[in-house]
């Protein structure tokens, strides 16, 4: 009985620790420039001040800045690699 209990926390602990790992992510100019709702969002909160992250609000203002540019197709797969597509 104790080792099941033991197996359950090193579970719990191993899936805590993998989800946070994912919400700490760095997000890419591309990872904002194929998620417009996220893009919009995020811009919102630098301009509003409410994220006082200086690094993430200058990846989101780039990829504000680049959105149409992407949306009209205009990067090329090494542009695209550049702005951190995987």
Known sequence: ???????S????FSITLFACNEE??????????VNKPLLDSDMQNC???KENNVHKCDIVKSAYNRYN???EGLYSEKDL????KK
Not at 1 to 7: F, G, Q, S, V
Not at 9 to 12: K, N, Y
Not at 81 to 84: A, D, M, S
């Open 1 to 7: 009985m104790e080792n099941l209990i033991r197996l």
């Open 9 to 12: 926390l090193l579970a719990l």
């Open 24 to 33: 700490s992510k760095e997000m890419t100019v591309y990872d904002y420039l």
């Open 47 to 49: 301009i509003s001040g």
């Open 69 to 71: 540019f992407f949306e």
């Open 81 to 84: 690699k550049e702005l951190g």
